[in-house]
Structures are given as C-alpha cells and as structure tokens.
T-cell receptor, first 112, second 113 residues
Framework: KQEVTQIPAALSVPEGENLVLNCSFT??????LQWFRQDPGKGLTSLLL?????REQTSGRLNASLDKSSGRSTLYIAASQPGDSATYLC???????????FGTGTRLQVFP | DAGVIQSPRHEVTEMGQEVTLRCKPI?????LFWYRQTMMRGLELLIY????????DSGMPEDRFSAKMPNASFSTLKIQPSEPRDSAVYFC???????????FGPGTRLTVL
C-alpha cells in the first residue's frame, strides 16, 4: 500500500530564505507526482506535476525534483515571500490506479 | 473556464438530515473525483468517475454516502442520514485524462450538529 510522508509538518522562516520541502513515498512504481498549495479555508491549487520519467520541473521560484528509485521528491522555493505562506501537499499516482495518494502536508509560514 | 464549481460553499445541518453537495467539473474533463478533508485523516478519496461512470467507490465510508454523475457537467454527493462525524470539507476535482493534473474546486464545508 502506497504511503506518502511529508517532513517537516510545519516550517517557519523569515522572508527571503530559500527553503526545501520534502516528500517521500513507499512504492516507487508511480506514474507521476504532483505538488499542491492550499491556503486556509480554500481549495488546492496545482503547482507542479512531474512525470515519472522526469527529474525536475520548474515554475517561477519553484523547483520540484523527483528521485523515483529512492521514493523522494523535494519542492524548492527560492527567495520566499510572506505570500508563500500556505500548506503544501504532495501526491502520487500509481500505474495501477487513477487515484492520487496525498501526503499530510507541510504548513509553511514566511514572516516579514 | 471558471474552474471546478462547487455548491454550497458552506452547509450546516442537523444530525439525520439529508445533505446534497454539487459539483460542476471543468468542461471537457473526463475524470471527476470527490475527496473529503479532515484534520485527523487529511485528504481522502471517496469516489471517482470516468466519463460519468463510477470507477472506484472503495473510499465511500458507508452506505449513507452515495454519488452520481448524470452527465458530463454535473455530479452530486449525497449523505443520508448525516451524522456529526461527517463534518469535514468536501472537495471535487477534475482532470482531462488519466493521470493528468487534477484541478480542485473551492470545497464545501459541512457541519453536522
């Protein structure tokens, strides 16, 4: 059974710092991995999707990497801003299912 | 496109009442997913549809929960009768094809008293 873990559960950093959020999964037979952002009281916003054949994806200040063999992904946020404060979730989809399996999320706070 | 639309945004009801949540997926998307989010259990997939057909409902907690998708632009999730433990945020999401990026609606916050 696929399990997805995110560490740390919460993170508080000053504005301007570069930071890394971690996601690990137990079954490396994934089709892709997706990173989401969730603001309090809101829905999920897709940030990046990495196919299993890819090593990384970039969007603006965000860079997501994938090491499928070791069951790990990282989300790198450069030059963090207070507007980046949110909960970040990773989710994996496997070849034998259409489902996304979500991690428990990392709650990020960026203070001025 | 306006994105995934859910209604109502908030629902407060009393135990035993029937609750119906509604979702309009993004036009042209073949997959529709219903999720539930709670502090204790995080995000859980309840059921998903492909081309209006339910594919996997193994996440539906009990027979009190049912979901339908009568056409490509509308789906409902019904709870009858509702219980306080059903209180959660219910999300609908859609994707264009299998394994594609999923787009989420704003959610319905359900409170059962």
């Amino acid at each position: 059974k696929q399990e997805v873990t995110q560490i740390p559960a919460a993170l508080s950093v000053p504005e301007g710092e570069n930071l890394v959020l971690n996601c690990s999964f137990t079954d490396s037979a994934i089709y892709n991995l997706q990173w989401f952002r969730q603001d309090p009281g809101k829905g999920l916003t897709s940030l990046l999707l990495i196919q299993s054949s890819q090593r990384e994806q970039t969007s603006g200040r965000l860079n997501a990497s994938l090491d499928k063999s070791s069951g790990r992904s990282t989300l790198y946020i450069a030059a963090s801003q207070p507007g980046d404060s949110a909960t970040y979730l990773c989710a994996v989809s496997a070849y034998n299912t259409d489902k996304l399996i979500f991690g428990t999320g990392t709650r990020l706070q960026v203070f001025p | 496109d306006a994105g995934v639309i859910q209604s109502p945004r908030h629902e407060v009801t009393e135990m035993g009442q029937e609750v119906t949540l509604r979702c309009k997926p993004i036009s042209g998307h073949d997959y529709l997913f219903w999720y539930r989010q709670t502090m204790m259990r995080g995000l859980e997939l309840l059921i998903y549809f492909n081309n209006n057909v339910p594919i996997d409902d193994s996440g539906m907690p009990e027979d009190r929960f049912s979901a339908k998708m009568p056409n490509a632009s509308f789906s409902t999730l019904k709870i009858q009768p509702s219980e306080p433990r059903d209180s959660a945020v219910y999300f609908c999401a859609s994707s264009l094809e299998r394994w594609n990026e999923q787009f989420f609606g704003p959610g319905t916050r359900l409170t059962v008293l």
